[in-house]
Nanobody, 128 residues
Framework: QLQVVESGGGLVQLGGSLRLSCATS????????IAWFRQAPGKEREGVSC????????KYDYSVEGRFTISRDVAKKTVYLQMNNLKPEDTAVYYC?????????????????????WGQGTQVTVSS
């Protein structure tokens, strides 16, 4: 069964840090790109970051560029999102999604593409 499960969310103060984890099962990470999305109340789900199946290509939304870092541990089949210098506008439910791909150095982070699995989400709240 193809599955991804997020963890690591929580309540943090302005300027704080959190590391989210996306544990995968049933996927071969070398054939899977992973994207992080978030959805704030009343807003559409938006792409935050993604990492290609090769691990060599990453993307970030302009709003998190320089503050968030995506990485992966192939042995643990887990992708991480390190979030630093958090702001109240980062408050949202964060989701990871897995996409099986034959293109090793490309990843996507829009819901226009089909993803094989979505997680249940993890809440991130940043207080001011």
């Amino acid at each position: 069964q193809l599955q991804v499960v997020e963890s690591g969310g929580g309540l943090v103060q302005l300027g704080g840090s959190l590391r989210l984890s996306c544990a995968t099962s049933g996927f071969i990470l070398d054939e899977t790109s992973i994207a992080w999305f978030r959805q704030a109340p009343g807003k559409e789900r938006e792409g935050v970051s993604c990492i290609s199946s090769s691990g060599r290509s990453t993307k970030y939304d302009y709003s998190v560029e320089g503050r968030f870092t995506i990485s992966r541990d192939v042995a643990k089949k887990t992708v991480y999102l390190q979030m630093n210098n958090l702001k109240p506008e980062d408050t949202a439910v964060y989701y990871c999604a897995a996409r099986i791909t034959t293109i090793p150095n490309m990843c996507v982070m829009t819901t226009d593409y089909n993803f094989a699995s979505w997680g249940q989400g993890t809440q991130v709240t940043v207080s001011s």
